[in-house]
């Protein structure tokens, strides 16, 4: 029985490697095992650096919550708590990974081209009314500033890590979106959008398209079209 349910878990995690969208009405015990696998950008929490519009940094143990689409963090006692000041936040650093604050959330950075960036946006979006505190989390906020008092010793063994329960009366959907990033500004990807960033590249990007079937929508194939643009 344990097998088949393994089986069954791996066709289903699989599933989302190549949707762009999947709505989840009725989680059962294999959705909610990938919702806790998806609420946070990282596996884990791991030791970060928080930079603030004003340039001013702050490191901590931290990880990006996909719901809120704010940072998370671990206090000396162990307790998860939710970044006060968000919207000051500049960008983070977690794992060498950079994550850019934007209006549509934390983008992570996957290539860059000159000024221009291609990102991935990681958006789990739980359908209800409730609020924070049912998602598990303390309701204590701290501000970017005293993020500097957090230890930033990380225990491999013995990593603190929240979890966020679901039931049937919760349904959510989790998706993966590429966004290009322009000086720091946030644009959906869409043919139009290239061609304007990428002028000297609008022959190359038609052909591309017509011999490529890119889904706009799905990160991979934007990709690997994102490194052709920028190869030459």
Known sequence: MKKLFLTAAILFVCSFIYAQRQNFMYPDKASK????????????????????????Q?????????????IHFIDNNNDTLIIKNNLEVDRAYILGKAYINTKYGYIQMLEMAGDIALGELRITEVHTDAATGAYGLKTQTSSVKSLTSVSETFNDGAAPFMQLNINAEKPFSYSKKPYLLVKGNPYPVTKKALMKHFPK???FIEEYLQKNDVTFTSVAPVLELFKAISAE
């Open 201 to 203: 590249r609008k022959a």
């Open 33 to 56: 095992a990938f919702y806790d696998s998806v609420m946070y950008v990282n596996p884990k929490f791991y030791p970060g650096i928080v930079v603030s519009d004003n340039g001013k």
């Open 58 to 70: 702050s490191a901590g143990t931290m990880n990006i919550c996909t719901i809120d689409q704010k």
